[in-house]
Every structure is written in C-alpha cells, then in structure tokens.
T-cell receptor
C-alpha cells in the first residue's frame, strides 16, 4: 500500500529564515512519481514540483529546492529566505504509475507553514 | 490557457439531500480525478474518469458517483448527504498517457466547499 507521511503538522518561522518540510513515503512500486503542492487559504492546490522514481537529481528553482533520496524514501522541500507569501499548507503526494498511465495521488496530511514578518 | 474550473464555489445542503458538483478540465486534458478534503486533512481520492468511464475508485461508498461527458468535463454526485460529507471537493485534470515530459501531472481546480447541515 502507498503511504505518505508528513510528520511536521505546523512550522512557524520569521521572514528570511530557511525552512525545510519533511516527507517520507512508502510504496512497493519501483516506478512512481512524487509531488509537492502548495495550498494557500483560497483552497486551490498549486503544483510545485514533480520527481519520478528514476531521477534522484536534486533541483533548485529560485528560493525552492528539493532533496529526493530513495535510500531513505524521503522527498524534502526547502524554502530559502522565506517570505510572508510562502505561508500556506504544503502537501507531499505520491502517484502510482500503471504502465504509462498516471494514477491516483496519495497525499500526506500537510504541513502548515506560517512565516511571520 | 484556461485552467481547471469548478462550480459552484460554495454549497449548503441539508442531510439526506443530493448534490451535483461540476468540473471542466484544463485545455488539452482528457482525464478527471475527484478528491475530498476534510478540514485539516490531506485530499482523499474518490475516483478517476477517462473516456467517460470510471478507471479507478477510492474507498468511498456508492452514494458517490460520477460522470464524464464527451467534452471531458465531469460531474460528481453525492446522494443521501451526511454531515460527514462536509468538505472541500477538488477536481484535478491530467493526461492519461503523458506524451511530453512535463505533462504527467494532475492540476487542480479551486474546489467546491460543501457544507451539510
């Protein structure tokens, strides 16, 4: 069975601090995707990044960076120099792949990030 | 390029009533997935539609049903509403068979917030 765990329920930081959101996943599949989504108070889930199970190359995009490690089944997300606008709930998700089709998403419970000015 | 749209934005119903929620996928997408997000929880997968047929279903009772139309838009129907059905209902669209790198992602709409009294 697929499972995504986000152990941090809430994180509070002061603006300009760096913050890392943790994500640990469980799957028996050898082929899968991992995602991070951001959910601001408006409710819409905003796609941030996708990684497939064959690509462990870490990525930096502006103030965002991701650390994918298959050996520890972790897919952590770091915001550098946080800003008030980063305040939101962040979800890590796992997608199964059946053949070449994208299946359902399994979400963690989310981490509420609050950035104080 | 229009994103995923959902209607209505908010809905209030009473126990025992029936409700229909609507979703139009992102332009070019052919697959629609529905998720239920209770307060403080991560989204839970309800079902996925492709070519007007239900491809996958999560652990939801038969009171939850859906439909996909030839133009790929979709409806979620919930019969005999319970208080516990109060939640944010999210629609996501994707391509079943990603043809280009970067298209194998589910994109979400703004959601419909359902309150059952």
């Amino acid at each position: 069975a697929q499972k995504v765990t986000q152990a941090q329920t809430e994180i509070s930081v002061v603006e300009k601090e760096d913050v890392t959101l943790d994500c640990v996943y469980e799957t028996r599949d050898t082929t899968y995707y991992l995602f991070w989504y951001k959910q601001p108070p408006s409710g819409e889930l905003v796609f941030l990044i996708r990684r497939n199970s064959f690509d462990e190359q870490n990525e930096i995009s502006g103030r965002y960076s991701w650390n994918f490690q298959k050996s520890t089944s972790s897919f952590n997300f770091t915001i550098t120099a946080s800003q008030v606008v980063d305040s939101a709930v962040y979800f890590c998700a796992l997608s199964e792949i059946r053949g070449s089709t994208l299946g359902r998403l399994y979400f963690g419970r989310g981490t509420q990030l609050t950035v104080w000015p | 390029d229009a994103g995923v749209t959902q209607s209505p934005t908010h809905l209030i119903k009473t126990r025992g009533q029936q409700v229909t929620l609507r979703c139009s996928p992102k332009s070019g997408h052919d697959t629609v997935s529905w998720y239920q997000q209770a307060l403080g929880q991560g989204p839970q997968f309800i079902f996925q539609y492709y070519e007007e047929e239900e491809r996958q279903r999560g652990n939801f009772p038969d009171r939850f049903s859906g439909h996909q139309f030839p133009n790929y838009s979709s409806e979620l129907n919930v019969n005999a509403l319970w208080l516990g059905d109060s939640a944010l209902y999210l629609c996501a669209s994707s391509l079943l068979l990603p043809r280009l790198r970067g298209t194998d992602t589910q994109y979400f709409g703004p959601g419909t917030r359902l309150t059952v009294l």
